[in-house]
């Protein structure tokens, strides 16, 4: 199977302090990886996409200087939040689609809980 | 633009019964259409992926079916137990990534 996971899975912070968030694929290389936010109640939201070794594609709306996404590695993303604030609070969750692959399937990460007092 | 609807946002039923969960698309150009559950707090597990030259996949008491023309698909649980209760998300790649739905939020009652 193809397996991703987040570290860590909660984090608190104070309010001001920056915050990453890592998603690795473990048993396959991921020439794209994929940020989703999701809110209480809601369904998830994508924030960026980052492929390996360029620069990260962000949606509308979501401020590239606050939420800092490096996809260094075909294995590896991460994504910084930075002077997190309380409504940053959210669950984070990442994606990964396995290169060399016509399938167009993501596999998810067990995701991270965000809270910021 | 996708957009993703499901219905209903929340099903309540007993154990043991049948039941159908909808999920229409507006744009019918996908690549697949993917089955995923929640459980409250916790990340996403995939359930069923039908690409778009399929028409429907089944795993276990599960059958998810796909109409790209019309732009539906509905997720079949056969023989519901209370270990089913969880959102149910449809999400649909198509140009763009994962284009996510609300969820249908199931209780299923012992």
């Known amino acids: 199977g193809a397996v991703v996971s987040q570290h860590p899975s909660r984090v608190i912070c104070k309010s001001g302090t920056s915050v990453k968030i890592e998603c690795r694929s473990l048993d396959f290389q991921a020439t794209t990886m994929f940020w989703y936010r999701q809110f209480p109640k809601k369904s998830l939201m994508l924030m960026a996409t980052?492929?390996?070794?360029?620069?990260?594609?962000?949606e509308q709306g979501v401020e590239k200087d606050k939420f800092l996404i490096n996809h260094a590695s075909l294995t590896l993303s991460t994504l910084t939040v930075t002077s997190a604030h309380p409504e940053d609070s959210s669950f984070y969750i990442c994606?990964?689609?396995?290169?060399?692959?016509?399938?167009?399937?993501?596999?998810f990460g067990p995701g991270t809980r965000l809270t910021v007092t | 633009k996708q957009e993703v609807t499901q219905i209903p946002a929340a099903l309540s039923v007993p154990e043991g019964e049948n039941l159908v969960l909808n999920c229409s698309f507006t744009d019918s150009a996908i690549y697949n259409l993917q089955w995923f559950r929640q459980d409250p707090g916790k990340g996403l597990t995939s359930l069923l992926l039908i690409q778009s030259s399929q028409r429907e996949q089944t795993s276990g008491r599960l059958n998810a079916s796909l109409d790209k023309s019309s732009g539906r698909s509905t997720l079949y649980i056969a023989a519901s137990q209370p270990g089913d209760s969880a959102t149910y998300l449809c999400?649909?790649?198509?140009?763009?990534?994962?284009?996510f739905g609300k969820g249908t939020r199931l209780s299923v009652i012992a």
């Open positions: 999400a649909v790649i198509g140009n763009t990534p994962l284009v």
């Open positions: 994606s990964a689609k396995r290169g060399g692959t016509s399938v167009h399937e993501q596999y």
């Open positions: 980052s492929n390996e070794g360029s620069k990260a594609t962000y």
